[in-house]
Structures are given as C-alpha cells and as structure tokens.
C-alpha cells in the first residue's frame, strides 16, 4: 500500500527504511544531496514541500535543473536511497517525514 505522495519507483524501499516518501522526506534528500555531492547548489534555491508533493524553487534555473538531475537519480534507483538514508543517519540529519 502506497502513502498518499508516494509515486516514485522508490516508495517501497522508502517505506522499507521507515520513512513515508511524502514530499518533506524528499526535501530531506535534496538538503543531505546538496551537503554532499552538490555545495555549489547551496542558497540558490529555496524548498516549499508539502504532504503530497515536493517543491523547490527560485530564479536559478541552471541550479534547480541540477537538482532535478540528482533527484531523479534518487527516485529510480532504491541502493542509492538506502546509502543517502544511511548517510543522513550517520550524519545525524533527521529526514523529516
């Protein structure tokens, strides 16, 4: 059964791991993508999630387009969503859902 938000390829392992793929867990992923394979990317975009959806945004087109590259890498790929969730664990970086 799928949580209202979830419509990635991932949402099972997401749930696997005990987090609802809802859109403040994906805001979770873009802060611990953006601390750690993209700092360029930092303050050039703002986050604005809610439940059902994950959004960010601003006047940085180039730099949200990265984003979007690193997310949709994320979204299809469940071994990279189990090593992001354990970074951020081991970081101490609660993924908010």
Not at 46 to 64: I, N
Request: proline content about 3%; aromatic content about 8%; hydrophobic content about 40%.
């Amino acid at each position: 059964m799928r949580h209202a938000g979830g419509t990635t390829r991932v949402d099972d392992v997401i749930e696997d791991l005990g987090h609802e793929p809802n859109g403040y867990f994906w805001e979770g992923v873009a802060q611990v993508l953006v601390g750690t394979e993209a700092p360029a990317l930092e303050g050039r975009f703002s986050y604005d999630p809610e439940g059902g959806m994950f959004c960010a945004y601003g006047k940085d087109r180039r730099a949200l387009e990265e984003l979007g590259i690193l997310m949709a890498t994320i979204a299809t790929d469940g071994d990279r969503v189990r090593r992001l969730v354990a970074l951020a664990e081991a970081n101490g970086f609660e993924l908010d859902d």
